[in-house]
């Protein structure tokens, strides 16, 4: 089977589905992924060199900040429903969707499967009539939001005069008890445990500092690889030694982004680390301070590591809500307001019991392998229907 997958260029989009492309790849399928160009060396690093990069489309901050010069607002300055469904549904389709369908046309799929946030592959699937897929990486979005994403969806293909396709099923990353009581699910789903981002082959830990000591808690402090910010991350490790609190803490610096070494007289011993996978970075940690995205949050509940969470943007909120509601997470609203959240968390038992348990109950769902059977299944049965 050849399998294209799409995504917006940006490791949170792409990183997710990782496992199946893996997986697809050992099981002897051919494997592609449509993004922006600017994403091919991460794809070949941290998914896999077989994996070939179909390039289309600007790199999503370029676009996002069009937008901006155009409209005075976008989904990175903005995230409201309307900014959110006017870049994603419309803008980078436009400005993708016939470099995107002509490299996937060349390239000859038999199944398009396109991360949450991407529109570009319902048009591949609908140009080349072959079944449409989804892949989830965190929970439900808000009613606003799914409803402006819908309306601008079908506005668009109007204008274009395309019909898109049916979703024929949803591999789904994000467990259902996480989600909040009472949200609908809808469309066929196939389960597949989550797991933190590792290497290719093998995750391997973190080497530890020179001289820690064993009996200090260990922190990973993160902002994933978009947002960013110096200056945030050297307030909410000032806010972590004003508690006091004796941690080695390892804080993540993409792109030189990143906070200093603590002073000598400080409690917390601070290591700065350029980017890792998410698996490698969670090994032997207490606890993790993050703003809330989708990776990060899942990846420490795969995990069993309780948090601080200090949501900045996009689907941060949410992430964090449906952690806190695990039990597992305190959300804080500003980065002086991190330290004593997180003294709260390596104090309080029930949090990283909570955390424990809902590791225990990710363990419980289908490997990838599974999943990935039973897409198989799923993409035969439509295939056949359609001849």
Not at 53 to 59: H, W
Not at 238 to 264: M, Q, Y
Not at 314 to 328: C, F, I, S
């Amino acid at each position: 089977m050849r399998i294209v997958f799409t995504a917006n260029p940006l490791p949170g989009h792409i990183v997710p589905m990782v496992p199946l492309m893996r997986a697809a790849v050992a099981a002897g399928h051919r494997v592609a992924l449509v993004t922006g160009a600017d994403a091919a060396p991460f794809v070949h690093a941290e998914a896999s060199p077989d994996v070939e990069v179909l390039s289309a489309g600007p790199p999503t901050l370029e676009g996002m900040a069009d937008m901006q010069r155009a409209t005075g607002a976008s989904p990175a300055t903005a995230p409201r429903p309307d900014t959110i469904a006017e870049y994603f549904a419309v803008r980078r389709v436009v400005a993708t969707v016939d470099d995107a369908v002509g490299a996937a046309r060349a390239w000859r799929p038999d199944v398009v499967v396109s991360e949450s946030l991407d529109h570009i592959g319902p048009y591949i699937a609908a140009a080349l009539g072959v079944p449409f897929l989804r892949h989830t990486f965190g929970p439900e979005r808000p009613a606003p939001v799914r409803s402006a994403i819908e309306a601008a969806t079908a506005r668009l293909a109007a204008e274009r005069d395309v019909v898109l396709p049916p979703v024929i099923a949803w591999i789904d990353l994000y467990p259902g008890f996480l989600e909040a009581p009472g949200t609908v699910r809808p469309g066929r789903r196939i389960p597949v445990r989550p797991t933190a981002h590792g290497r290719i082959g093998a995750d391997v830990a973190l080497p530890p500092a020179a001289g820690a000591a064993p009996a200090r808690p260990s922190v990973l402090l993160t902002m994933g690889t978009v947002f960013t910010s110096g200056r945030l991350l050297d307030r909410m490790v000032a806010s972590i030694e004003a508690a006091g609190l004796p941690v080695d803490l390892v804080v993540t610096a993409v792109d030189g982004v990143g906070t200093g070494p603590s002073s000598s007289d400080s409690p917390v011993r601070i290591r700065t680390v350029g980017f890792r996978p998410l698996a490698e970075l969670l090994t032997g940690v207490d606890a993790v301070v993050t703003v809330g995205g989708a990776g990060t949050v899942l990846g420490a509940l795969v995990a069993g590591v309780p948090m601080v969470v200090m949501p900045l943007g996009a689907d941060h909120p949410v992430n964090a809500a449906r952690a806190e509601a695990a039990g597992a997470a305190v959300v804080v609203d500003g980065p002086e307001a991190v330290g004593p959240a997180l003294r709260h968390v390596l104090t309080t038992p029930d949090l990283g019991r909570s955390a424990r348990a809902a590791a225990d109950r990710i363990r419980a769902l289908p490997p990838v392998e599974v999943a990935l059977a039973e897409v198989e299944q799923v993409v035969a049965a439509a295939t056949r229907e359609s001849v």
